[in-house]
């Protein structure tokens, strides 16, 4: 029983740690594409502004959202909705606020292609993961590697 609980705990921490390098990194991507592969050192602090703000937003409702349980990855529909819900709603809180405190220069169209990167990477993880996990036990039970 302590075993199950130990893993449990240690399969949400390293979730929570893989999606704040997808937060981050659709942050740097999108500022990435936005300047055309060369970002201006004047940028970098609406990153951290949009990095205060985004992550611990995003992953609160991904909390909120069931994307940290064990039975998500046997959902079927209900997961894509949720990860669109669940990034939805920590990015568009964490727009507002980071439009109100933000830093002198703000692009918006960072912000709508971080949304979208974020929506794509925490999709793609999850679902990655799905798939792995499939094949895997379908070659144990072929007895193959």
């Known amino acids: 029983m302590l075993t199950a609980i130990s893993d449990f705990r240690w399969h949400k921490l390293l ?11 659709a942050l740097v991507i999108s500022l990435w594409l936005r300047f055309e592969g060369v970002i ?10 949009a990095a205060v703000w985004f992550t611990p937003l995003t ?3 991904c909390c909120a959202f069931g994307l940290y349980n ?3 990855e046997y959902a079927r529909g209900d997961a894509a909705l949720a990860v669109i819900a669940a990034v939805s709603s920590g990015m568009v ?3 507002v606020g980071l439009w109100l405190t933000g ?9 709508v292609m971080a949304w979208l990167f974020t929506m794509l990477l925490i999709g793609g993880s ?3 993961w799905r798939q792995a996990r499939r094949y895997w036990r379908m070659n144990e039970a072929n007895g193959s590697e």
């Open 40 to 49: 201006p050192s004047v940028w970098w602090p609406f990153y951290e502004s």
């Open 126 to 128: 999850r679902f990655g």
């Open 15 to 25: 979730l929570i740690a893989f999606d704040v390098l997808l937060v981050n990194a």
């Open 70 to 72: 064990r039975v998500w």
């Open 59 to 61: 992953l609160v409702a």
């Open 93 to 95: 809180v964490g727009f």
């Open 103 to 111: 830093p002198a220069i703000f692009s918006k169209s960072v912000v």
